[in-house]
């Protein structure tokens, strides 16, 4: 089967039984703080186009305007609900309209904020933006846990940069490298396993 046929059936299918769900998580977060239901931010995807990522709002909507890409630990920018959106990848399932929309992919590399993709290396530009960016990789089973590791680092931004993006970026090559729609359905039960356990 066709990797678009393949995604493309699964996020519609995904939205249709998951909107009911939608409503409610868009109630809880409506009531928990002032703002929208998404959170919209410029990712970099295939060939270094610039796409805006669906997510569930996680964060109070007013920030300060240099505020950290990342997130550390018990972050105090993250709502009451955004907690456990995030605990359980929930605040990432609206991007199955990113899917539809043919921005990503079920399975890829993770599409970093522009300000991480210039710490790329131009082979890896040219590897891993090769491809359409994905929900799930391995990487992301991998750093699942990323806000809580990066939480004991003195500059957590700076950790991000020089310990964990490079070794995501070995993930995300392998992943081009090496992918075929086996990889990815293995990839997706061992993400939902990841996230039950």
């Known amino acids: 089967m066709n ?13 249709l039984i998951l909107l009911p769900f939608f409503i409610i998580i868009a ?10 239901v998404f959170f919209r931010q410029e990712r970099v995807g295939k060939n270094g186009r610039v796409f805006k990522i669906f997510k569930f709002r996680t964060m109070v909507e007013k920030q300060v305007d240099k505020a950290l890409k990342i997130t550390i630990g018990r972050d105090n920018r993250v709502t009451k609900i955004g907690h456990f959106l995030r ?5 990432e399932l609206p991007q199955l309209i990113n899917i539809i929309m043919s921005d990503m992919s079920l399975v890829g590399p993770r599409p970093e904020v522009p300000e991480y993709v210039q710490h790329y290396s131009d082979e890896n530009k040219r590897i891993v ?9 391995l990487a992301s089973i991998e ?3 990323e ?15 020089e310990k964990i993006l490079p070794k995501k970026l070995e993930y995300y090559r392998s992943y081009v490298e090496n992918q075929s729609l086996t990889g990815d359905i293995k990839i ?4 939902v396993k990841a996230i039950i356990a």
């Open 129 to 137: 933006l090769s491809v359409k960016p994905g929900i799930t990789d």
């Open 147 to 161: 806000s809580e590791i990066l939480s004991q680092e003195d500059n957590p931004e700076q950790a991000y940069i």
């Open 188 to 191: 997706i039960l061992r993400t």
């Open 3 to 15: 990797k678009r046929i393949f995604d493309l059936s699964l996020a519609i299918i995904g939205v």
């Open 87 to 91: 605990k359980y990848k929930i605040d």
């Open 27 to 36: 109630i809880l977060i409506k009531l928990d703080s002032q703002g929208g």
């Open 143 to 145: 750093f699942r846990n």
